[in-house]
């Protein structure tokens, strides 16, 4: 085991998964916590208790975690004692999440674990499981004597939490007649990401950065999360959900909160989630369906294309019905309404079927005032400052610079910076940084409760405002850039869309640390 570490090593604890047999624990969940083992991130005291209805045996069940690890994790299955060692410590138990008794026999042979392996009562309870079982599993997990060890005890939950703001308030409160809001850890992977947790860095620790990053300085800002997949088997799932619950909500309004946040006071977990909301309750809310109507677009693909080959609609999709209504994109116009940020305007779009995978953030900044130097106004191109979030991770700036030759000709260089290049593809992956900070109790890049409260508020009325009016629905063709009316969003403020990873345009000098 490699025990070379640039971070803490979590605390002694029991991990326990429930859902254990599902795709989240087989793709993401074990995969991580191998990583981390290799890296000597979980320590020496550690135990894993897999969790769910479906009767395995223990040896069933490493079986299951070894092949998932060989599908799925960065590092592979070591043969001989290391992985003996790694795989000694997962268990496996099958249980009815509402029986009280099953839980007090597993924390009997909890008690066993933490014997054997000296850790010291801390258990963490990832709960990958449907929402709407996270109270009764709250319950039953103190019923049941779960929580009655002297270490800390952290439950930590996957998204979608609620499906309004009504329902996240009740699902919070069933929770929280268990768990304090400090021993809850609610995931946004998009949190976990390599360049969304850089965007502080970026600000905060470049003085020339800082220092613009304001209404003075900066014309827009855009964020795009871009998918070329369909629904594919999420589609009875995806179609209760759509776009803006499903990708708005969440990931694409964290992003906003990290790019205007203000500095913290201290890079302290609590201090930096207070800025975030902050930022959500400064965002301008939409006081009627008019406004909505004229500053959100929702579209959703037909049949198209994809690499030449045909794609169908969204309607075709197995589990979807032929007259659905759901949004697989939308598009905003948002403003946040505080002294840094007024009158800049913030461009959000997100969608399925698009041309390109690609999660991106681009800073648009206002360009310098017409003069004689620069008279042939033509020539000149903004400023920008590109955040690549995914699958591509790295920042590009682009600048106008003079080519050479006796005129006066302007032309756009971008200085290109790739993270992903350089670490290839042993990055570690989203679920292990956030494992990893649950297990030493670092909860920065977790959503507190008035954080996803204020996210739904802000969305709510959108949703209601399409209930009322279900002919604004848009259409795209699937493998294109979504409806025309999100293009229309910009136009009206004289911007339009910058092209994201894969789609640069050739005009364009790279300078880069990874192309040639």
């Known amino acids: 085991m490699d025990k070379t570490m640039d971070n803490v090593t979590a ?10 047999t599902g795709d989240l624990a087989r793709r993401k969940l074990f995969p991580a916590l191998y990583s981390l083992y290799r890296e000597g991130k979980l320590g020496d005291r550690f135990a894993i208790v897999g969790l769910a209805r479906r009767p395995r045996t223990v040896e069933q069940f490493r079986n299951d975690v070894h092949e998932s690890i060989r599908e799925f994790c960065r590092y592979k299955p070591e043969e001989g004692a290391g992985w003996r060692e790694f795989a000694e410590r997962f268990t496996y138990h099958s249980l009815d999440i509402g029986n009280v008794e099953g839980m007090r026999r597993l924390s ?4 066993e674990l ?11 309870f990832y709960l990958a499981l449907a929402p709407d079982l996270f109270g009764t599993v709250s319950r039953t997990l103190r019923d049941g004597g779960m929580l009655d060890s002297r270490g800390w005890h952290r439950l930590v939950i996957e998204k979608p939490f609620g499906y309004d703001y009504p329902s996240a308030e009740r699902l919070n409160e069933e929770i929280r007649q268990v768990f304090r809001e400090d021993e809850v850890f609610r995931i946004d992977h998009y949190l976990g990401k390599e360049m969304v947790q850089n965007i502080e860095v970026i600000r905060f620790a470049n003085a020339f950065f800082e220092p613009l990053w304001n209404n003075n300085h900066i014309a827009n800002v855009q964020i795009t999360l871009a998918e070329t997949v369909g629904v594919e088997e999420r589609g009875a799932y995806y179609n209760k959900s759509g776009a803006l619950r499903d990708m708005v909500q969440n990931h694409m309004l964290q992003m906003l909160t990290m790019i205007a946040m203000e500095p913290p006071s201290r890079f302290d977990p609590e201090d930096i989630r207070d800025e975030k909301v902050k930022v959500l309750r400064s965002i301008r809310t939409f006081a009627s369906g008019d406004e909505v109507r004229r500053r959100v677009v929702r579209g959703q693909y037909t049949e198209g294309f994809a690499k030449g080959k045909p794609i169908p609609g969204y309607r075709q999709e197995d589990s979807v019905p032929a007259d659905s209504t759901t949004e697989t994109f939308f598009a905003a116009r948002l403003f946040v309404d505080n002294f840094r940020w007024a009158g800049v305007p913030f461009y959000v779009r997100t969608g399925k079927r698009l041309p390109v995978k690609s999660t991106e953030i681009v800073i648009e900044f206002k360009n310098v005032p017409n003069n004689v130097l620069f008279a042939r106004k033509q020539d000149l191109q903004p400023n920008l400052l590109v955040i690549r979030v995914n699958p591509m991770e790295g920042i590009y700036i682009k600048t106008n610079t003079k080519k050479p030759g006796n005129d006066m000709t302007i032309q756009p260089v971008a200085m290109e910076f790739c993270q992903s290049c ?19 109790g670092d909860s920065t890049y977790f959503t507190r409760w008035d954080e996803l409260a204020a996210a739904w508020q802000l969305v ?7 209930r009322e009016s279900p002919d604004d629905l848009a259409f795209y063709p699937a ?9 229309d969003l910009l136009r009206q403020d004289g911007f ?20 040639t």
């Open 11 to 20: 605390e002694g604890a029991v991990y326990f998964i429930f859902g254990a």
């Open 108 to 111: 009997e042979a909890t008690q």
């Open 114 to 124: 933490e014997r054997r392996y000296e850790i010291p009562g801390n258990r963490l």
């Open 422 to 440: 350089l670490v290839g593809i042993n990055t570690p992956e989203a679920y292990e940084r956030l494992l990893h900070d649950a297990g030493r």
């Open 460 to 466: 709510d009325p959108i949703a209601a405002a399409w």
């Open 479 to 487: 493998g294109t850039w979504g409806p025309e009316g999100a293009e």
């Open 496 to 515: 339009r869309w910058w092209p994201v990873n894969g789609q640069e345009e050739d005009n364009v000098i790279w300078v880069t640390n990874s192309r």
